[in-house]
């Protein structure tokens, strides 16, 4: 088999496709959820805090030169990407919890089988009594 067709075969298996489609709609809720902290949930915290901009926390190490920029840790970004990571694990945690509820109730519903109509419990009833 030559090295086109066995990339064919790989490309176009139904797994593939559904992790493409994970990984590109997991990228754009991730954009979502980025925005949602930034625009939304940390400016109020920022003013409970007393007005603090989190994006803009940082701590200069090095003051910038005419050579060099400065040397700068930003904790404030850090701090909205574990809002975000925080968020997006939340989430991420419920839609995968209700997913297991789904699947137990569908396998309990398989596992218990029907319960036969009305009529068939009857007609047995009814063989049953002409049969004595």
């Known amino acids: 088999m030559s090295m086109i067709q066995e990339f064919k075969e790989f490309a176009i298996k139904g797994n593939v496709v559904d992790m493409a489609v994970g ?8 954009k979502i959820v980025s925005s949602l902290v930034t625009d939304v949930v940390m400016p109020p915290i ?18 910038a030169t005419a050579t060099a920029p400065a040397v700068v840790i930003s904790y404030g970004r850090f701090i ?14 419920v839609v ?14 398989a596992a218990a089988p029907a319960a036969p109509p009305a009529q068939e419990v009857l007609l047995r009833e009814i063989r049953d009594l002409l049969k004595k």
């Not at 990984?23 to 991730?30: E, K, S, T």
């Not at 995968?96 to 519903?109: D, F, H, R, S």
């Open 96 to 109: 995968v919890k209700g997913i297991n509820t789904l699947k137990k109730n569908a396998e309990k519903a």
């Open 46 to 63: 920022g003013v409970l805090i007393g007005g603090v901009d989190f994006s803009k926390l940082s701590f200069t190490l090095l003051e």
């Open 23 to 30: 990984v590109i709609i997991g990228a754009a809720f991730g």
């Open 80 to 93: 909205q990407t574990v809002v975000d990571f925080t968020i997006i694990a939340a989430v991420i945690f």
